[in-house]
């Protein structure tokens, strides 16, 4: 059992802390989501320091703040100015490019610039979609849809990949992620979707609830593999320690990153989200 789905005691109790402050933040009715927001903008502002040191490792402290500030407003304004706030997506990777600008080396600074601006950006949105999905719309179900996707997705995906994976999915990416395991997440993620919408208030009809929780999966599984393919270029297994058994920020929310913004779409198409 330990070789097959290994360190799973460790993962269970770092994902059930995880799970309870997310849950705490989400569920109950809080004036204007301010806990939502607040926790959406500390991940954000992690993931924006880990990009940080991964993309320039010999960064200072400076930078790696200045860029998990940047990440989190961006974040943030996204979330709370629906019209305008798409602008503040540049500024993590305006943030980036400043300090390489200012040490004139333009060995490796393009690729390193674009990619690491991207990633931060493409955080700043999924977390701030989150966000955007909890205080623009009737209670918690709507942003819980992609939480509950992914979650579901990743946890159907490990167990089937660890008991029946054979046939590798992107081997010079990730060789852990399988076939089998990326069709266990898809069909975890659409069933999740449609209980949500049967246990809650999720105002998306059923077909349209099947149709999310799949893009949803999909999109999990995409960003699990950008975000492996980022650390392998990088050169580091873990984005960082912020959980025993789970890494970083970045691979706590890689899924989810990817997904958020899926969901904000069919909420918005159906009119569920201000």
Do not use: N
């Not at 799949?214 to 650390?231: I, T, V, W």
């Amino acid at each position: 059992m330990t070789a097959r789905f290994p360190a799973l005691a460790r993962r269970s109790a770092g994902a059930l802390a995880a799970l309870a402050a997310v849950l705490l933040a989400i569920l109950p009715d809080w004036p204007g989501s301010a806990p939502t927001i607040v926790l959406c903008a500390l991940a954000a502002a992690g993931a924006g320091c880990e990009i940080s040191r991964l993309a320039s490792p010999s960064a200072g402290a400076a930078e790696r703040i200045a860029q998990a500030v940047s990440t989190a407003s961006a974040a943030v304004c996204f979330a709370m100015l629906p019209r305008f706030g798409a602008f503040a997506l540049i500024l993590p990777g305006l943030i980036l490019a400043i300090p390489m600008m200012r040490k004139g080396d333009p060995g490796g600074s393009i690729p390193g610039v674009a990619g690491a601006g991207w990633m931060s950006m493409l955080w700043a949105l999924g977390l701030g979609s989150i966000a955007r999905l909890r205080a623009g719309s009737e209670g918690p179900w709507l942003a819980l849809l992609p939480l509950v996707s992914c979650w579901a997705g990743d946890t159907a995906a490990y167990f089937a990949g660890c008991a029946f994976g054979r046939h590798r999915l992107a081997p010079g990416i990730s060789p852990g992620k399988t076939v089998e395991g990326l069709a266990a997440g898809l069909a975890g993620s659409t069933a999740a979707a449609m209980s949500l919408g049967l246990a809650g208030g999720v105002p998306l009809g059923t077909a349209t609830l099947a149709a999310a929780g799949f893009s949803c999966g999909l999109a999990g599984a995409f960003g699990d593999l950008l975000e492996s393919a980022f650390k392998r270029d990088a050169g580091v297994k873990d984005s960082g320690t912020f959980l025993p058994g789970h890494g970083g920020i970045l691979d706590r929310t890689d899924s989810i990153a990817t997904a958020a913004p899926v969901a904000l779409l069919f909420a918005m198409a159906a009119g569920a989200v201000s």
